[in-house]
T-cell receptor
Framework: ETGVTQTPRHLVMGMTNKKSLKCEQH?????MYWYKQSAKKPLELMFV???????ENNSVPSRFSPECPNSSHLFLHLHTLQPEDSALYLC????????????????FGNGTRLTVT | DAKTTQPPSMDCAEGRAANLPCNHS???????VYWYRQIHSQGPQYIIH???NNETNEMASLIITEDRKSSTLILPHATLRDTAVYYC????????????FGRGTSLIVHP
């Protein structure tokens, strides 16, 4: 039990499908993050939410759409993905004391392994 | 964030100490050294962090050189379950710092 739960653990989707990844944290944190980890590449930061506001968006294509309805939940909505989007998608959380003020360390979930066919 | 350099891979015999080095020669005075590890098919797990003093917890020890330009993570009695990729990250602890992960060191613990 990591305190950060991601569902589903595995997802296979076609390029025309729409799906969503879900992340829930039970740590009382108020900052949440999406990272992408492609095979043999370092983790890439995608989005950051702090106090439920999106504060970071690292030039991610619009086919990825994040949503943070409250400080405990984070979603990543997927549509018309490409095969190169196949990767491990990791959610993390941390404490935050302001919109752009984060207290480390990050706490990660175990990720969703996404395969786009 | 300051850049870090880690060896791409290391191996260690089970029961022996694993010493994982990290160079961070451009570290600034208010930056911390953090270590995470990632076991295959899991998310990264926080291990330990330090500013300038050596630190120890139930998982590992962190030795930071006096000039703070390098550090070593020590797993005192490595087990097979310690096989993972270990990331050394230098970043501010608070403020607008978000950790940037490099490629880390792949540690293989063998019987």
């Amino acid at each position: 039990e990591t305190g950060v739960t991601q569902t589903p653990r595995h997802l296979v989707m076609g390029m025309t499908n729409k799906k969503s990844l879900k992340c829930e944290q039970h740590l009382g944190h108020n900052a949440m993050y999406w990272y992408k980890q492609s095979a043999k590449k370092p983790l890439e930061l995608m989005f950051v939410y702090s106090l439920e506001e999106r504060v970071e968006n690292n030039s991610v294509p619009s086919r990825f759409s994040p949503e943070c309805p409250n400080s405990s939940h984070l979603f990543l909505h997927l549509h018309t993905l490409q095969p190169e989007d196949s990767a491990l998608y990791l959610c993390a959380s941390s404490q935050s004391t302001g919109l752009v003020s984060y207290n480390l360390p990050l706490h990660f979930g175990n990720g969703t392994r996404l395969t786009v066919t | 964030d300051a850049k870090t350099t880690q060896p791409p891979s290391m191996d260690c015999a089970e029961g022996r100490a694993a010493n994982l080095p990290c160079n961070h020669s451009t570290i600034s005075g208010n930056e911390y050294v953090y270590w995470y590890r990632q076991i295959h098919s899991q998310g990264p797990q926080y291990i330990i962090h330090g500013l300038k003093n050596n630190e120890t917890n139930e998982m590992a020890s962190l030795i930071i050189t006096e000039d703070r330009k390098s550090s070593t993570l020590i797993l005192p009695h490595a087990t097979l379950r310690d096989t993972a990729v270990y990331y050394c990250i230098v970043t501010g602890r608070g403020g607008s710092y978000i950790p940037t992960f490099g490629r880390g060191t792949s540690l293989i613990v063998h019987p």
